[in-house]
């Protein structure tokens, strides 16, 4: 990819955005290094970010302690690339030319954090995967 070619966006998307969305985020930013535009919402967020999500992102070196939910808004759908979905069904809005995929995960909401050990290793691989496809690496 050339300095000049715009980054690409991701756009991740749960339910509440305490979880699945924000654990994607955080490994697609540490791993992406810039190269790709990160953002995470939910279609009903929660006050506060899973602390046993919080826990486990920080056994991977990842804090995520500062991070609060947000509400998903058409504007950060319109301004991604791609948005990845995990179980918000029919609450995301679609618009045409945007790549949807759909990211079948556990939900780590009211799970412990040997509960969420295994979901956030899942994410982790597919976020490894989706930034070879985006970046080409």
């Known amino acids: ?66 991070e609060t939910p947000k509400v998903l808004t058409s504007e950060a759908v319109q301004a991604s690339d791609v948005v990845i979905t995990m179980g918000c069904g029919d609450a995301c809005p679609v618009f045409p030319g945007k790549q949807y995929v759909d990211w079948k995960l556990d939900d780590p909401a009211g799970q412990g954090v040997v509960a969420v050990r295994p979901i956030r290793d899942e994410i982790e691989n597919r976020v490894r995967g989706l930034l070879n496809e985006l970046t080409n690496c």
């Open 1 to 66: 990819m050339s300095d000049t070619a715009p980054k690409p966006s991701v756009l991740f998307v749960c339910v509440h955005n305490a979880g699945r969305s924000q654990m994607a985020a955080a490994f697609l930013t540490h791993l992406g290094q810039g190269k790709v535009e990160v953002r995470s919402a939910g279609s009903a967020p929660a006050d506060t970010v899973n602390p046993a999500v919080v826990e486990a992102m920080a056994e991977a070196g990842i804090d995520i302690s500062a």
